[in-house]
T-cell receptor, first 114, second 114 residues
Framework: AQSVAQPEDQVNVAEGNPLTVKCTYS??????LFWYVQYPNRGLQFLLK??????LVKGSYGFEAEFNKSQTSFHLKKPSALVSDSALYFC????????????FGKGTKLSVKP | DSGVTQTPKHLITATGQRVTLRCSPR?????VYWYQQSLDQGLQFLIQ???????AKGNILERFSAQQFPDLHSELNLSSLELGDSALYFC?????????????FGPGTRLTVT
């Protein structure tokens, strides 16, 4: 079965420190992977995607993600966290071919303390 | 602001009733997606329309239906409402359909069934 796992419900980081939000996936075929962020009382915002090519993908707001095929992972990273990065982060994978769609992980709450 | 609009923002109704949620996609986007977000189920894909036609179906109940109109706006109809239907309903849009295209989410409609 297709699935996306975010093993941590919450990640706590001090401002200025690097952050990592973990994601692993299980989809058939080539993976197409996405990260979204949700701020309180807002819709999801697209951060970045991996379709093919370089394993390190750069996205919005200084975020990047590293695709690792052997570990079936797509971890979100940022070198220096900001308090304003505090939000709910969702990893998603596309499945199902031409009539498929996104399957989302449960989400990881990122808390950045000053 | 993603450019996707949803109305109403909040909806409170009683069990057994029927409601309609409305979504206007970003200008030029042909695909519209509906999602349900709840604490226990997370973010679940319901249904996708592409240029007026149903393209993909997810975990959508038979009591729920949707359509996309010629002007590309979409409506999600929820009938015979139950307490468990209380959730945040998101609409998203993308330029076209398929695995390469990120989705842009609206602010959501919070449905409370009492």
């Amino acid at each position: 079965a297709q699935s996306v796992a975010q093993p941590e419900d919450q990640v706590n980081v001090a401002e200025g420190n690097p952050l990592t939000v973990k994601c692993t996936y299980s989809v058939s075929g080539n993976p197409y992977l996405f990260w979204y962020v949700q701020y309180p009382n807002r819709g999801l915002q697209f951060l970045l995607k991996y379709i093919t090519g370089d394993n390190l993908v750069k996205g919005s707001y200084g975020f990047e993600a590293e695709f690792n095929k052997s570990q079936t992972s797509f971890h979100l990273k940022k070198p220096s966290a900001l308090v304003s990065d505090s939000a709910l982060y969702f990893c998603a994978a596309y499945y199902g071919g031409s009539q498929g769609n996104l399957i989302f992980g449960k989400g990881t709450k990122l808390s950045v303390k000053p | 602001d993603s450019g996707v609009t949803q109305t109403p923002k909040h909806l409170i109704t009683a069990t057994g009733q029927r409601v309609t949620l409305r979504c206007s996609p970003r200008s030029g986007d042909l695909s519209v997606y509906w999602y349900q977000q709840s604490l226990d189920q997370g973010l679940q894909f319901l249904i996708q329309y592409y240029n007026g036609e149903e393209r993909a179906k997810g975990n959508i109940l038979e009591r729920f239906s949707a359509q996309q109109f010629p002007d590309l706006h979409s409506e999600l109809n929820l009938s015979s409402l139950e307490l468990g239907d209380s959730a945040l309903y998101f609409c998203a849009s993308s330029e076209t359909s398929g695995r390469f295209y990120e989705q842009y989410f609206g602010p959501g409609t919070r449905l409370t069934v009492t």
